[in-house]
């Protein structure tokens, strides 16, 4: 088996993040890929897709750090991997955190 290539995670940005969550393929995708790895071919044959679109899809998850794959034969096995859920959850904290402390602000002043 060939090593996994994990992304440099100084180059997820959370609008990489955001945009792969923002197709319902991709979302199909994820969900299915909680449930462990899995070939190109199961998920082709699951989701009913075209080839090329898969590849369009995981191309997007994997550069977003979503998704990892690696050859096994002929096929691709794809994986989740933390690195984009890192990166918004990341996001999101500072994102919470910058509310919280306005609305602390806001009650201040009032």
Same mark, same amino acid.
């Given at each position: 088996?060939?090593?996994?290539?994990?992304?440099?995670?100084?180059?997820?940005?959370?609008?990489?993040?955001?945009?792969?969550?923002?197709?319902?393929?991709?979302?199909? !995708? #994820?969900?299915?890929?909680?449930? $462990?790895?899995?070939?190109?071919?199961? =998920? @082709?044959? /699951?989701?009913?897709? +075209?080839?090329?679109?898969?590849?369009?899809?995981?191309?997007?998850?994997?550069?977003?750090? !979503? #998704?990892?794959?690696?050859?096994? $034969?002929?096929?691709?096995?794809?994986? =989740? @991997?933390? /690195?984009?859920?890192? +990166?918004?959850?990341?996001?999101?904290?500072?994102?919470?955190?910058?509310?919280?402390?306005?609305?602390?602000?806001?009650?201040?002043? $009032?």
């Amino acid at each position: 088996m060939k090593k996994r290539k994990k992304t440099d995670k100084r180059s997820v940005t959370p609008v990489m993040v955001f945009k792969a969550f923002g197709d319902v393929n991709r979302i199909q !995708i #994820v969900e299915r890929l909680k449930e $462990g790895e899995y070939s190109a071919v199961k =998920l @082709l044959e /699951d989701l009913n897709i +075209t080839q090329p679109t898969l590849s369009h899809h995981m191309k997007i998850l994997c550069d977003a750090g !979503i #998704v990892v794959g690696h050859r096994s $034969g002929r096929w691709t096995h794809y994986s =989740l @991997l933390s /690195d984009g859920v890192d +990166t918004i959850v990341e996001y999101l904290t500072e994102l919470k955190n910058g509310l919280d402390s306005s609305v602390e602000t806001d009650e201040e002043a $009032g």
